[in-house]
């Protein structure tokens, strides 16, 4: 009995509505961009986040990045032809991280250096890192043919290259990679293997072998080039000693991620005078990153809150209206025996109609703006059940909180003063 009252009442103010298609339609507007608003900066700020939190993934929450950093007296005062720069992480550093922490599992040493590759007639400037074994483990790449390099390797100081899949490309185009004799500098390297290559950077963080071309052991990239740089700059020579270029550390727990990276930096600071490193710890940026995301994410829903505020106040408005202009049919409904429960219930469903359509419709906006922002800037979006649910039932929420005042209003006119109205 109460369903069939209850379809018999929304039935009633489905009606009334249609009745003023314009007035009904321009007040959900209020909602509608209120709700899309809200669906389109959740899936937005979700994407950009989880772009984000990924890169940040990627770094391995638990590792600990130390690089060298020139000095910023040295890079301000500039280098003198005739002097040479020697600053940054040193081969001893790896020992002492390896020999005085107990809770490092991996230890692994990178030395960056540029060097242009020969195949044939073909001549193409490589990024080449040198490191050990463990890199595989410590940041983790798909092996695309071949393998990678192993412990042997790097004792034997082979001269064997891995190569990224985008240096393979650049260097080998169409030829047979696995086997194939390269030249860096006037050495000659064996293909051993292709790894996926991985491209990226998180704020100020970057992935360590962003845009590497190719992998060598540690080993030999110290044997065969050697800790010296000479840059040519302006007509002058400016060399640069860097024993190694980054240490990346991998600790057993993340409880000991943070501990182990201060006393890591308060270790190396008493053998670097000169502020040489820095330390980077991706498990603290992806908190901070996190901790970001949640108050975007508020910071969004509140300005995209006051666009429904907004909506409310509309639909408020022609609800009150409507109470003032249906005066005379509130009298004669209540003159005939209904009660105040069924006036509030008429003009609370006509309200919730018009705050559910206009979700349903904002909803729809909301949906397709994200798609389009990913279609033509490029942009990763995100919509999750919780960026759809929760405008919805705000918007819901908003018809019945400000639909219950005109309704109440409505309940409290005299049947006698209401049949009198003209």
């Keep these: 009995m109460k369903q069939i009252q209850f379809s018999r ?75 040479m720069s020697i600053y940054g992480l040193t081969y001893m550093d790896h020992e002492r991280i390896t020999q005085s922490f ?56 082979s001269p064997v290259v891995v190569l990224t899949e985008f240096g393979a490309r650049k260097l080998l185009a169409a030829r047979q990679t696995i086997g194939q004799t390269i030249r860096l500098g006037v050495d000659s390297f064996t293909v051993i293997g292709i790894v996926k290559s991985e491209t990226g950077a998180s704020g100020a963080m970057q992935i360590p072998d962003r845009e ?30 860097v024993e190694l270029n980054q240490i990346i550390v991998q600790v057993g727990s993340l409880d000991q991620v943070e501990p182990s990276a201060r006393a890591i930096e308060r270790m190396l600071s008493l053998f670097h005078k000169k502020n040489d490193f820095q330390i980077q710890v991706p498990l603290a940026l992806l908190k901070q990153a996190e901790a970001t995301k949640r108050t975007f994410n508020i910071v969004l829903g509140a300005i995209a809150g006051i666009s429904l505020l907004v909506g409310g106040i509309g639909i ?15 009298g ?60 919805l039932g705000v918007s819901l929420g908003i018809g019945i909180v400000f639909g219950l005042y005109p309704a109440a209003r409505a309940a409290r006119v005299d049947p006698i003063v209401a049949l009198r109205h003209e």
Excluded at 26 to 52: N, Q, Y
Excluded at 142 to 148: K, Q, S
Excluded at 317 to 327: F, P
Excluded at 376 to 385: D, H, L, N, S
């Design 9 to 83: 009442e929304l039935s009633s103010g489905i009606q009334t509505l249609l009745l003023h298609k314009l007035r009904s339609f321009l007040t959900m507007l209020g909602v509608v961009f209120g709700v899309g608003s809200v669906v389109a900066m959740l899936a937005v700020g979700e994407g950009a986040s989880k772009e984000a939190l990924e890169q940040i993934r990627k770094l391995g929450s638990h590792n600990i990045l130390i690089s060298s950093m020139k000095p910023v007296e040295e890079q301000a005062a500039g280098t003198p032809p005739s002097f």
């Design 102 to 157: 107990s809770s490092v599992q991996k230890n692994v040493p990178v030395k960056l250096v540029r060097k242009e590759a020969r195949v044939g007639h073909r001549a193409v400037e490589l990024r080449v890192v040198g490191t050990s074994d463990q890199w595989f483990e410590v940041i983790p790449r798909p092996l695309l043919a071949g393998r990678t390099l192993m412990q042997k390797d790097i004792a034997a100081k």
């Design 212 to 241: 590497i071309d190719a992998y060598i052991p540690i080993t030999t990239a110290r044997s065969y080039f050697g800790d010296v740089v000479i840059k040519m700059s302006s007509g002058s020579r400016l060399r640069e000693k």
């Design 316 to 330: 408020m408005n022609i609800m009150l209206a409507s109470v003032t202009e249906r005066t005379r049919e509130i």
């Design 332 to 391: 004669i409904r209540r003159a005939i025996g209904a009660k105040r429960k069924q006036i509030i219930i008429q003009f609370l469903i006509e309200a919730m109609v018009l705050s559910f359509v206009g979700g349903i419709l904002g909803l729809a906006m909301g949906v397709a703006i994200p798609f389009f922002i990913t279609w033509f800037a490029k942009m990763p979006t995100v919509i999750t059940p919780m960026g759809i649910l929760l405008p």
